[in-house]
Each structure stands twice: as structure tokens, then as C-alpha cells.
């Protein structure tokens, strides 16, 4: 009876761990995808891989997260981990696509707002990893002080570092160049 | 002040970029994928294992400490297989030890080298 009892709890805290887990997928599903397209230069196959291999870590943590911080922050913080992780794990063929990303970009005509995106998507390739994160939250809309809490960093250094990435994406997607 | 102007309609494009389809079956296929991950990396734990006892029986039941050649080649592969267990059950301890919910510096520190990168999924 009491095994009976103690089975039936933990069947069904896994369903409302489940049930939780599928709320915060859904509401976060499109700005994990964004983050993971900004990594792969806007290859839709990859950010979906990307984006499936951020909410496997969501779902495995999901038990330690302790509501000191706002649950989208505590996200971006695996999405970032993550997508730096499998940066590493894919480099070389990310390379290739980057490469295949900017020759389709010169041959196509897209319409201008694709044009300009995909430009966004191979400048802010140029930058270094933690400028990439810090960017692409910002992007997002991240304050700056939860951009600090993702990263690690002071607000003060976030702000800095802001105001150059900022300079040096907007002159690269102006001029190509960084 | 210009570039911050085309800064702040970058960010409105990028805020307006499609969205895309959230997969209906999305959180099934992670909690099955999860399963499946954890499930292949017990049986080939158990697969070397065995493999590992099976070698160690055959050592002791054909004496293979009297023949210098065949006691050789024998510990080679016991040795071996001993050393992939080990590598094996070290990254699996890795990856459970790594906190992915953690800032990115302190992440950063806390990754060890070549093994995590390796055996990350």
C-alpha cells in the first residue's frame, strides 16, 4: 500500500515535471531558436538540432532549478553554455556552412530584410564566442544587467562591451567588414 | 548617433524575423531521445564488461600465464578494454558534474579540455 501510494506520487510529480517542462518549451522554444540561428549563421537544420540539444540539458536540469532567478535567464544561460559546447563539437563542418551561407547570399537576390538578416548573421559570425552571446542577447532584448548575470560578468564591463559590438555589427553590416 | 539609429533597426529586424514551427511531438522526442542516450550508454558499459570477464575467464581457463606470447596478447586486450571502461565511466561523470545552467565564464572554467567536447552529444 504504501509502495503503491509512493509509486503513484513520484508517477505523478514525473507527469507534472512533464507538463512543466512542455509549458516552458513552448514559451520558449522561438527565443531559444533565434540565440541557436545566430550561432549557425541562420541554418534552420542546425538551430533546430541546436535548440533540441539546449531544452535535453532544460529537461535534465529542470529539477535544480531553484527559482533564484527569472526562469528565461536561467535559459539563456543553458543556451549559451550550450550552443558554445556544440561549437566546439561541429566547428568544422559550422565552417563549411558559414562559407556555403555568404556564397548563397551573393547569388541570390532575397528580398532586402533577408538580405540585411543574413548580413547580421555572417557579421556577428566574425565575432569571438563571448562576443556572439553578449550580442545576440542584446538582440533579444535582454537587459543588460541579466545579459551580467548569463555571462558572468560586471554590468559596467556588460555595457562596454555592448556599446563596442554594437559599433563594430552595425559598421560590418554597413561597410562587410569588422 | 547614426549607427546607433541602424543599430536599433537591426535589432527591430532581427525581432522580426519568422517564427518558427514549435515540433508538436517536441518535448516527447527530447524525453525519448533523453532514454535513448542514457539506455546506449549503459549497454556498452555492460558490453565491455562483460567482453572484459569473458577475456579474464579465458586467461585463467587456458593458463595463458604459462605461454609468454599468449599472456602478452591476452593482457593487451584486457588492458585495453580496462582503459575504454575507465575513459567511459570518467566522461559520463564529467558530463553529469557539468552544471550547463551556470554563467558562461564559470562554465567555461569549470570544462575540462578535449574529453567533455568529445563526448557531448
Not at chain 1, 70 to 93: D, G, S
Not at chain 2, 25 to 48: A, D, F
Request: aromatic share 8%.
Amino acid at each position: 500500500m504504501v509502495f503503491k501510494s509512493s509509486f503513484e506520487s513520484v508517477e505523478v510529480s514525473m507527469k507534472q515535471d512533464k507538463s512543466y517542462f512542455e509549458e516552458v518549451y513552448r514559451a520558449n522554444y522561438q527565443r531559444v531558436i533565434r540565440i541557436c540561428r545566430g550561432y549557425v549563421s541562420g541554418d534552420e537544420d542546425l538551430a533546430k538540432d541546436l535548440t533540441q540539444e539546449v531544452f535535453i540539458k532544460v529537461w535534465e536540469s529542470l529539477a535544480s532549478f531553484r527559482n533564484e532567478s527569472n526562469i528565461a535567464t536561467w535559459i539563456y544561460r543553458i543556451t549559451v553554455n550550450t550552443c558554445m559546447l556544440q561549437f566546439r563539437k561541429k566547428k568544422f563542418f559550422k565552417q563549411d556552412n558559414a562559407l556555403q551561407g555568404l556564397s548563397n547570399s551573393e547569388e541570390e537576390n532575397d528580398t532586402a530584410q533577408e538580405n540585411q538578416l543574413n548580413k547580421m548573421y555572417q557579421c556577428v559570425d566574425k565575432l569571438t564566442q563571448d562576443n556572439k552571446a553578449i550580442i545576440l542577447l542584446e538582440l533579444e532584448g535582454l537587459p543588460q544587467k541579466e545579459i551580467a548575470a548569463v555571462m558572468g560578468i560586471s554590468h559596467e564591463a556588460i555595457r562596454v562591451r555592448v556599446h563596442r559590438i554594437k559599433t563594430s555589427l552595425t559598421k560590418c553590416v554597413q561597410n562587410g567588414k569588422i | 548617433m547614426f549607427k546607433m539609429e541602424k543599430f536599433e533597426e537591426l535589432k527591430s529586424e532581427w525581432a522580426g524575423q519568422s517564427s518558427a514551427i514549435i515540433p508538436e511531438e517536441g518535448v516527447q522526442t527530447i524525453i525519448e531521445k533523453m532514454k535513448k542516450i542514457k539506455g546506449k550508454q549503459r549497454s556498452t558499459n555492460i558490453i565491455l564488461a562483460m567482453t572484459c570477464i569473458v577475456l579474464i575467464g579465458f586467461f585463467v581457463y587456458i593458463s595463458a600465464y604459462q605461454f609468454r606470447t599468449v599472456m602478452i596478447g591476452l593482457l593487451l586486450m584486457i588492458g585495453a578494454l580496462v582503459v575504454r571502461i575507465v575513459l567511459e565511466l570518467l566522461s559520463i561523470n564529467t558530463i553529469n558534474k557539468l552544471d550547463a545552467s551556470e554563467d558562461a565564464i564559470n562554465f567555461k572554467i569549470r570544462l575540462p579540455a578535449p574529453l567533455a567536447a568529445l563526448y557531448l552529444r
